[in-house]
């Protein structure tokens, strides 16, 4: 007979927290060319890897009170009455612990709106025809200038033997990439926070878009906030580590 190996517990770090939280948001848009926002939708995930399951596995995380604007959902395997009623993220039966490095996403939320307040960059695109082409012209401008944006990148559609030439490119860098013109800027913020690129290509003004602008912020859109973390049966307090980001996907028709 073959034998099993009993299942060994993860190692711990004793450097580490015994668990750590990741609140995460995709936030995907479609805007116009000559500005405003069409739809946007925000999903987001709340998820905790334990690394040390006697101290964390029955962990329980207080939250801060919902943003209206979203709709949450708990993972089936918690308490959702005490979620429901205190905010509380517990798993309901102690024997469902959570485990050693394993990822438990504990809580979504989504929002579908129309709001251009909601995204990091306020964008206008002008493209117009010439004799033998066309010119495009983009600027930006941060929205919210106490969130900073990094791995800002704007693709372009430009096809190689489109001839592309920069007339000007006040922040970052621009390069062709395959059939795409590519504008990455590292970092944007209260310091560098508009910018513009204006460039040649002997192609039709139409065919320079769609745009796809991607950026990353260390802050989420549903300000959700971890109060405390409590071991659900001793009470007794669970140090966590916590990690926050936004992924913006802009497509700009």
Request: aromatic fraction near 6%.
């Amino acid at each position: 007979a073959q034998l099993v190996e009993p299942e060994r517990p993860a190692a711990v770090n004793p450097l580490l927290e015994p668990c750590s939280v990741s609140v995460d948001e995709k936030v995907t848009a479609s805007l116009l060319k000559e500005g405003g926002v069409t739809d946007v939708v925000v999903d987001g995930t709340l998820e905790l890897r334990v690394h040390d399951a006697q101290k964390a596995g029955l962990a329980a995380f207080k939250l801060t009170p919902e943003d209206k604007r979203f709709k949450y959902k708990s993972h089936p395997n918690l308490n959702k009455e005490k979620y429901a009623a205190q905010n509380i993220l517990e798993v309901r039966d102690a024997a469902r612990a959570f485990r050693a490095g394993m990822p438990a996403p504990l809580l979504k939320w989504r929002h579908q709106s129309a709001s251009e307040e909601l995204l990091p960059l306020t964008i206008s695109c002008w493209p117009s025809s010439t004799a033998d082409g066309a010119v495009m012209v983009i600027e930006f401008e941060l929205t919210h200038k106490h969130t900073p944006l990094s791995d800002v990148k704007f693709t372009i559609p430009c096809p190689k033997g489109a001839n592309a030439q920069v007339v000007s490119a006040d922040i970052g860098e621009v390069k062709l990439a395959g059939d795409a013109l590519q504008w990455t800027i590292p970092s944007v913020d209260a310091a560098n926070s508009t910018g513009s690129l204006e460039f040649s290509a002997k192609v039709d003004a139409s065919s320079l878009l769609p745009i796809i602008v991607e950026a990353r912020a260390p802050a989420t859109i549903a300000d959700v906030q971890v109060q405390s973390a409590y071991h659900m049966e001793t009470q007794a307090p669970v140090a966590f580590g916590l990690t926050k980001s936004a992924v913006f996907t802009l497509t700009i028709q």
